[in-house]
């Protein structure tokens, strides 16, 4: 019996920096450096935790002086956010590689660091399908895409042997027409690129509304 592969999907690490007060820049920051630290995952890091503890102190220091309405305060204050907010994308990619380095556990390996799983849409694979058309006596046939500059060849049989050819496409989806109410057709493609012509497809069969 031939063994299964499972594949694993990579863990993407995000940072969460979407809250416009800086007490929970702050806040958030505080928790990335103390998940990392002493965190076996990250024996080092880039840059190194305690230049982001600084800029953390330095932040504070800075709102506590915007907030007192300090001349020069509210500059100063948004250019030690913005310096805080580069090192934890450097730190970001930090984790990214120790997730890469572990894929396995590669969300908890994030996770650790307290930082976000980025949310990746699954996408089903589209598989050859045929449906009834539009119009009593059509079919509408949709095959996986295989990219620019393809052409699709189809075609078509009432019994499974003798097979009709339909005009190419060069979108991966076409309409067959004037078939007869209530038989089952069966359909096949097959994908032509300019290396040349791929293999026909296993048929799919529907019954013609």
């Known amino acids: 019996m031939a063994a299964t592969t499972k ?7 995000s940072l969460n920096l979407s809250p416009s007060k800086v007490s929970a820049l ?5 928790g990335i450096v103390k998940g990392m630290t002493g965190n076996p995952a990250f024996p080092s890091s880039a840059p190194a935790l305690a230049a982001v503890t600084t800029a953390v102190n330095d932040l ?12 020069g305060a509210v500059a100063v204050r948004n250019e030690k956010r913005a310096a805080l907010v580069v090192l934890l ?47 009593s006596g059509s079919a509408k046939l949709v095959a996986a895409s295989a990219g620019a500059r393809s052409s699709y060849e189809w075609q078509y049989s009432i019994d499974g042997k003798t097979w009709v050819t339909a005009p190419s ?17 069966q ?12 293999d026909w497809s296993q048929a799919v069969s529907l019954i013609v509304k």
């Open 7 to 13: 594949t694993i999907r990579r863990s993407l690490a």
């Open 26 to 30: 702050v806040t958030y920051s505080q």
């Open 60 to 71: 504070q220091t800075a709102e506590t002086a915007a907030l007192a309405r300090t001349k």
């Open 89 to 135: 994308q450097q730190l970001r990619g930090t984790v990214q590689a120790a997730a890469d380095a572990n894929v396995e556990n590669g969300a908890s390996i994030i996770q650790g660091a307290g930082m976000e799983l980025r949310k990746t849409p699954v996408r089903t694979p589209r598989v050859f399908d045929a449906s009834p058309g539009a119009v």
């Open 169 to 185: 496409t060069i979108q991966a989806k076409t309409t067959i027409p004037g078939l007869t109410p209530a038989s089952t057709v």
């Open 187 to 198: 359909f096949k493609y097959r994908v032509v690129t300019k290396t040349g012509e791929g």
